[in-house]
Structures are given as structure tokens and as C-alpha cells.
């Protein structure tokens, strides 16, 4: 017998962030600040590393489940503020700002 209040629930996210370059990368590596976030539970982070469709992004997810156009750009500036703590040399004027969804199944 099977039990039918065993039902998968489904929440989506929004994550914005920046697609991780080798640039990037080399300074996340080299980053002191950046390897001792990293060992934080990723809820005590202000910016975690996400893998999506095969490409590695650096950002926070959003908060919120509505979301407007001034809550994105916020996130955008606080995102920018954190990683240019950890990377001071990457141009993020250059970066696109990406939005992804995240499904999570539980």
C-alpha cells in the first residue's frame, strides 16, 4: 500500500549572479576571503557558487517569492559589492548580470 500524503512539494528561486570566467576564477582562487566564506554554511554566505546548465555562476539567490524590478537591481548592487570584495580586479562592468531559476524538489 501506497501512502498519497507522500506528495513532492516544488519551489523555484530566482538566483542572479555572474557566469564564472577564468579570470574569476584564477582571483576566487587566490582569495583568502573568499576560501574562508566558502566553508560557511551557504545560508551564512552573502554569495555562493551554483552550477547551471553546465556553467559555474557566482551570486545570491533571491529572497523573496515576488519579485519587481527594484528588488533585482538591489541584489545586483549587493551581489557587485561581494564579489568585488573577493575578486578587486575583475571589471564587473564588463559582466552580465544573469537570472536563473532554480527548481527544488523536496
Not at 512539494?9 to 542572479?16: A, D, E, Q
Request: glycine share 2%; proline share 4%; with cysteine.
Amino acid at each position: 500500500m501506497t501512502n498519497d500524503n507522500n506528495e513532492n512539494k516544488m519551489s523555484v528561486k530566482l538566483f542572479i549572479g555572474f557566469e564564472v570566467t577564468s579570470e574569476m576564477r584564477s582571483q576566487l582562487h587566490r582569495s583568502k576571503a573568499w576560501q574562508q566564506a566558502s566553508v560557511l554554511n551557504p545560508a551564512e554566505r552573502d554569495l555562493i557558487e551554483i552550477n547551471h546548465h553546465g556553467h559555474s555562476y557566482v551570486g545570491r539567490f533571491l529572497p523573496q517569492d515576488r519579485i519587481i524590478l527594484s528588488d533585482v537591481r538591489a541584489n545586483d548592487a549587493i551581489a557587485k559589492k561581494a564579489l568585488k570584495h573577493y575578486c578587486p580586479d575583475c571589471d564587473l562592468d564588463e559582466m552580465t548580470l544573469r537570472i536563473l531559476p532554480q527548481v527544488f524538489v523536496s
